[in-house]
């Protein structure tokens, strides 16, 4: 009586299915006997080489398949299926990603020969039946280092008053038909991955930043949304068509952003001209195109930004949500090394061509719905309300308060607040973690970041398969004669497996940009002096706390080891901060602190700081 019921113990009696196969790890030679150290540092124990070494030599990366681990044997067996390199070497860690990620830079003889089928130029019967939009003012605006150009913009005033814009994407399935090679090794694919300094495309290069891409100057087939305004910026109507454009200039955000800002275009053409290099087609300079070009490039801009800024305000008053986040770029040189890093933030450039992909989006997810067209649709589940009371709780820790968040308004009210509080990037992060994650369905379900009911993607044919699958809904509407084959493949399987492959793509493009920031610092531990940088406290525990650096949003952890003990740093009871024995000595979430580099761990892609 009283007594506490004993444990119940459990013992593996057969190991039915191993979760991991194959996996990287680092080769080594112990004892005269080559073994393999796993990349993942939960998996502590070594494995013995069995077979063929490959030549490897000591702590090259390689990939390796699991034999087995019979008893009484200490330690597993595998068997080297690759060798990708040396470690801690930039290439070989890009290669390390494509390989723990299923991602592959080539593709089938097959699907090549029917990508390079279609040539390099339109041919003259692609031209029959589309509506011809070369002769009105069209823009792209893009990332400084984009390689494939979806999607373009357009403007016609018109005489009686109003406007047209024409949001044109590229016509994809025009060229990725049902039932080829190509069409299933895009959807073995389900989009492309943006890893640093590279794109392994869900297209051949020669369609995805060849033939599809909406290259400066040169003809393209296009869907395309013309959308009519009245002079206030009101949404009159639209129409849908099949069509060609030509783009008259291929900007940067960063230009684009000139444009909106500055008046005098002399200010303009003096602003630091991004490196072409980094880019693939940049077409001309802005120097090369003449006085009259320039203003037609300014107006358009000007124009545009109104009309967006419109639809933004509009956006907002029916409940979206203003999601601002910074995203850093990372450019590399020929060896894959970090030259250059910098915030990409979201600013009037981005909006601008954020609010009319949003529109079309929303506008062919209504057709969708209505005429029921086989599509899959973009989905954001509402929050769990027990998460967002949590959050509710964490920033009443910083004097944010807020009402009952399962109203859309106190969610509004709530991002206000916190997206002008000088914390404001730690509470985004806070925020965000509290949302579930979009993903695609077979149904309209809703989408509650945007507060809207129909939404799909349809902007970004190139590198999602889901906007593939609602371009080729769609033809039917704009061609009679559809000769396209017709699927019987379930939307909701699609659905699913697209959602995976994203999640997939989400992960391989995180850990690159891992691997550049820690080939960036790792620099600082091979300098003399002491390099600092400045730094907010992100999360904190008994352990010590993270930090996120500012001017490249890298993450870390500080040791509570490496705090100076006279101090006596304690966690405060509310887990908001660590505090001194002395209350004025105080690490709390959100603080600006100065830091330095304590150490890289290469195996966890890990990084440890210290005060500086």
Not at 128 to 142: C, Q, S, V, Y
Not at 150 to 156: E, N, P, Q, T, V
Not at 558 to 577: D, F, H, K, Q, W
Request: proline share 5%; aromatic share 8%.
């Amino acid at each position: 009586k009283g007594l506490k019921p004993k444990p119940h113990r459990f013992e593996v009696r057969k190991i039915i299915k191993r979760g991991t196969n194959e996996f990287l790890g680092f080769f080594s030679q112990e004892f005269n006997r080559p073994v393999v150290q796993s990349e993942n540092s939960r998996i502590r124990i070594p494995f013995k080489v069995m077979g063929d070494t490959k030549n490897a030599q000591e702590n090259d990366k390689v990939l390796v398949k699991f034999v087995r681990w019979d008893p009484p044997a200490r330690i597993p067996t595998c068997k080297i299926l690759r060798v990708l390199g040396p470690s801690h070497d930039a290439h070989t860690d890009h290669k390390g990603i494509l390989v723990k990620y299923g991602l592959s830079q080539t593709f089938p003889d097959k699907v090549e020969e029917e990508a390079k089928s279609f040539g390099e130029k339109i041919s003259t019967k692609d031209y029959k039946g589309r509506k011809d939009f070369r002769n009105t003012f069209t823009l792209t605006i893009d990332p400084l280092d984009a390689r494939d150009f979806d999607d373009a913009i357009s403007l016609k005033v018109l005489d009686q008053g109003g406007m047209e814009i024409g949001v044109h994407i590229a016509d994809v399935s025009h060229y990725v038909r049902r039932g080829t090679a190509l069409d299933s090794e895009a959807r073995k694919r389900g989009n492309s991955t943006y890893l640093v300094g590279e794109v392994v495309p869900m297209i051949p290069h020669s369609l995805s930043s060849g033939l599809c891409s909406l290259i400066e100057g040169v003809d393209r087939l296009v869907k395309s949304v013309i959308f009519r305004f009245s002079a206030d910026f009101d949404l009159l109507g639209y129409h849908i068509y099949d069509s060609v454009i030509n783009s008259d200039k291929r900007l940067t955000y960063e230009q684009a952003l000139l444009f909106l800002e500055k008046d005098n275009l002399t200010d303009i053409l003096e602003a630091t001209p991004p490196p072409s290099r980094y880019s693939g087609n940049p077409g001309r300079a802005l120097t090369e195109i003449n006085e009259s070009g320039l203003q037609s490039i300014h107006k358009t801009i000007r124009l545009l930004g109104k009309v967006a800024r419109h639809l933004r305000k509009r956006r907002m008053d029916h409940g979206s949500l203003e999601l601002v986040s910074a995203e850093v770029k990372i450019l590399v040189d020929q060896r894959g090394e970090p030259e250059k890093i910098y915030q990409n933030k979201d600013d009037e450039s981005h909006q601008l061509i954020e609010e009319f992909m949003l529109l079309a989006n929303q506008t062919i997810a209504r057709i969708a719905r209505k005429k029921r067209l086989p599509v899959v649709y973009r989905t954001h589940p509402d929050p769990d309300p027990e998460s967002l009371e949590e959050l509710r709780n964490f920033l009443s820790l910083f004097g944010i308060s807020c009402g009952e968040l399962t109203s859309r308004k106190e969610v509004q009210k709530m991002l206000f607040q916190i997206n002008r509080s000088p914390i404001s990037q730690v509470l985004r992060i806070k925020f965000l973690r509290s949302l579930q994650q979009a993903c695609y369905r077979a149904s309209p379900d809703g989408h509650y970041g945007l507060a809207m009911n129909d939404y799909l993607h349809f902007t970004s044919p190139i590198r999602r398969y889901a906007d593939l699958i609602t371009h080729r809904a769609l033809e039917p509407l704009l061609t009679p004669k559809d000769t396209q084959k017709k699927s019987a493949e379930s939307m909701e399987g699609l659905a699913k497996k697209l959602s995976i492959s994203e999640r997939n793509s989400v992960d391989a493009e995180r850990e690159s940009i891992k691997d550049k920031l820690i080939l960036f610092y790792k620099r600082d531990l091979e300098k003399k002096e002491v390099v600092k940088h400045k730094a907010l406290i992100t999360e904190i525990s008994r352990r010590g706390f993270f930090v996120e650096l500012t001017d490249t949003l890298a993450r870390g952890f500080v040791n509570a080891r490496t705090l100076p003990r006279e101090i006596g740093y304690r966690l405060a009871s509310n887990g908001s901060a660590l505090v001194g024995r002395n209350p004025k000595h105080k690490l709390r979430i959100g603080q600006e602190i100065e830091i330095q580099i304590d150490r890289i761990n290469t195996l966890d892609k890990q990084m440890d700081f210290r005060l500086a």
